[in-house]
């Protein structure tokens, strides 16, 4: 849109200038704000497999398997992941995490768009392995870091990458792996297991369900599988439910 606006000011300047108008209409305009989308998001989509995922982090460092499994398991950006606080997660009844910021070029950032501000359910095995390891970890304030650095900063994105990473992925067989990996691999486990665009679109923080159907329309099965089974109909046509008088409901 600035490719059309900037020739449209300058056209309206040189008419004020010529006094074919008393003043540049688009002087002070300003176009709304549009929705980013993350680059990562429109990267070539390979997901792991069950078996992949299941070696990479039977293979993965102790100290960084937990981190691994929330990625999988959520479906957060590693940026996300290294910004998360203690505050940020409910591990008691209705488990989520709370998706508020990103750790990105050394700072910490809201998410980029509201679509991106989210819940994230969690799984009971891995609300079991947080609460483990926040009793073990040196960091258990609501503001420290749940993944910190050894000093309890913010984990190093290049680190992070060459020394656990890529050999991990490396030893089980996936070399070609990045950490938004994890996130595809999240995306094709809820459809896999019935999840809609719209929910996975929520869960992931898109901008978009066609968004999120374009980006993963190639790990959906083609197979019709079985035939689709229509109610069960009575002998006199109907489905079974006694039809209501008009004007009332009938009892559930």
Known sequence: MQTVLKPLRAYMGQAVREGLIPTNPT?????????????????????????????FLAVAPERHRLMFRLLAATGLRISEVFAIQWRHLHLDGGAHVKVRRAYVR???????????????????SLVDGLRAWRKGTEWPGETDLVFPAMAGGPLNYG??????????AQEAGVPWMT?????????????????????????????????????????????????????RVGSNGNSGLAAAPRGEVAAA
């Open 27 to 55: 002087r002070d305009l300003r176009l709304p704000a549009r929705e980013t989308v993350d680059d990562e998001d429109v990267e070539q989509v390979r997901a792991l497999t069950p078996d992949q995922l299941a070696t």
């Open 106 to 124: 050394g700072k910490f950032e809201p998410p980029k768009t509201r679509h991106g501000r989210r819940d994230v359910p969690l799984p009971s």
């Open 159 to 168: 680190n992070l990458r060459h020394r656990v990473l890529v050999p991990t």
């Open 179 to 231: 950490f938004h990996t994890l996130r595809h691999t999240c995306a094709s486990l809820l459809f896999d297991q019935g999840r809609n665009a719209k929910q996975v679109q929520r869960w992931l923080g898109h901008h978009s369900a066609a968004f999120t159907l374009e980006t993963y329309i190639h790990l959906l099965s083609e197979e019709l599988d079985a035939p689709l089974e229509l109610p």
